[in-house]
């Protein structure tokens, strides 16, 4: 069965630094990958998503993530944090065919310092 | 605007009562899911339906229940045989079953006082 591991609980930033959010996964085959945003008691909004092709992926609010096979990662970035970016994030996997459900990491909770 | 609508949004229970969480979607898809959220447990599936009148058993589908009577609605019942139903609950839903992004619903948190 397919795993994803996000190996930092919480991080913390200040306005204007870069970030990059780390997420592992498991599965010998090539999997397709998500990232989603929470805020406090809301839903979760898809920040980016992976399927296939170039391994740069971007996505909403200024973030980007890359897929590396290699490393069995498909870390997060964003070069230049916002306070609005407080947040939690969680990075999913699914496989295609199979029985129709994404896994999810535990999460990482972003602080951000003014 | 098309999207998925959960409620009620805060929720109390007693020991020993059932209730029922409502998910309704008007995107037209196929797939409906159940997820629930514990701090630093991240999201765990209970059950999903790829089709109206079917739906599987997720990871913690123990002390649950669901129904799929139409594509619209895939409502989850937390029976009194859950142990500790105190969570924040997700709903969400994909066009396509076997694929596909998860668009969500607000969540629904429960209480057990």
């Not at chain 1, 591991?5 to 991080?11: A, F, N, R, Y």
């Not at chain 1, 998503?49 to 992926?57: A, E, H």
């Not at chain 2, 998910?23 to 159940?34: F, I, K, V």
């Not at chain 2, 396509?96 to 429960?110: M, Y």
Request: charged letters at 20%.
């Amino acid at each position: 069965a397919q795993s994803v591991t996000q190996p930092d609980i919480h991080i913390t930033v200040s306005e204007g630094a870069s970030l990059e959010l780390r997420c592992n996964y498991s599965y010998g085959a090539t999997p397709y990958l998500f990232w989603y945003v929470q805020s406090p008691g809301q839903g979760l909004q898809l920040l980016l998503k992976y399927f296939s092709g170039d391994t740069l992926v971007q996505g909403i609010k200024g973030f980007e993530a890359e897929f590396k096979r290699s490393q069995s990662s498909f870390n997060l970035r964003k070069p230049s944090v916002h306070w609005s970016d407080a947040a939690e994030y969680f990075c999913a996997v699914g496989v295609t065919g199979t029985a129709s459900k994404l896994t999810f990491g535990t999460g990482t909770r972003l602080q951000v310092t003014l | 605007d098309g999207g998925i609508t959960q409620s009620p949004k805060y929720l109390f229970r007693k020991e020993g009562q059932n209730v029922t969480l409502s998910c309704e979607q008007n995107l037209n898809h196929d797939a409906m899911y159940w997820y629930r959220q514990d701090p630093g447990q991240g999201l765990r599936l209970i059950y999903y339906s790829q089709i109206v009148n079917d739906f599987q058993k997720g990871d913690i589908a123990e002390g649950y229940s669901v129904s799929r009577e139409k594509k619209e609605s895939f409502p989850l019942t937390v029976t009194s045989a859950q142990k500790n139903p105190t969570a924040f609950y997700l709903c969400a839903s994909r066009l396509v079953p076997n694929t596909g992004e998860l668009f969500f619903g607000e969540g629904s948190r429960l209480t057990v006082l």
